[in-house]
């Protein structure tokens, strides 16, 4: 049912690199999210998208940036990593109204 | 200051029996609610969702309860099974906000 994909799954880099994280969603959404989320804690939103151009940061202070050039594709950049940007990375997005949102597979980031 | 709690880190259960996943929210502008299903290294999968002109809903073996004088919803599993074990967050929702608020999730094992 969900078609929002996130690459890669996994990536293990050392600290100080450039990492671009992909999100791109198939369904037409308007609006996306991305959120962090740590072992036995609550995910936590860090950028969000409400069309293409328009894009805000989140309740959780973040090193990363967005952009939004296409309604499909959600990227978001580390312009230099460090080990306390450790985490999964969780792409979201939703349709107009309440509704759901739709998770991709997230990223587990590890820099080490 | 958490707006969704879930008190319960985890919860054991034998198979066959139900499954009961609490969750506490303090914001009264909430009127959506959502519980999504969570595997390690994996995006969340939605489960089942309830607006606040409800106070039940149900699919399967999945039934949300609302009580909304108490701020309270929880989730009902029966029968439960070895592959519901994972870690189920609620999240919620408010008119006029795009934002979702999850809670830091309870992890379910059910035992065979």
């Known amino acids: 049912e969900a078609d929002i994909y996130q690459t890669p799954r996994y990536l293990v880099i050392g600290t100080g690199k450039k990492i671009t994280l992909e999100c791109s969603q198939t369904m037409g959404h308007d609006k996306m999210y991305w959120y962090q989320q740590d072992p036995g804690m609550e995910l936590h939103l860090i950028h969000y998208s409400y069309g293409v151009n328009s894009t805000e940061k989140g309740d959780l202070s973040s090193e990363s940036t967005v952009s939004r050039i296409r309604t499909e594709h959600f990227p978001l950049t580390l312009e230099s990593a460090r080990p306390s940007h450790t985490s999964q990375y969780l792409c979201a997005s939703r349709g107009a109204g309440k509704e759901k949102l739709f998770f991709g597979s997230g990223t587990q980031l590890s820099v080490l | 200051d958490q707006q969704v709690k879930q008190n319960s880190p985890s919860l054991s259960v034998q198979e066959g029996r139900i499954s009961i996943l609490n969750c506490d929210y303090t914001n009264s502008m909430f009127d959506y609610f959502l519980w999504y299903k969570k595997y390690p290294a994996e995006g969340p999968t939605f489960l089942i969702s309830?607006?606040?002109?409800?106070d039940k809903n149900e699919d399967g073996r999945f039934t949300v309860f609302l009580n909304k004088s108490a701020k309270h919803l929880s989730l009902h599993i029966v029968p439960s099974q070895p592959g519901d074990s994972a870690v189920y967050f609620c999240?919620?929702?408010?008119?006029?906000?795009?934002?979702?608020?999850f809670g830091t999730g309870t992890r379910l094992k059910v035992l065979a």
């Open positions: 999240a919620a929702s408010g008119t006029g906000t795009y934002k979702y608020i």
């Open positions: 309830i607006s606040s002109i409800k």
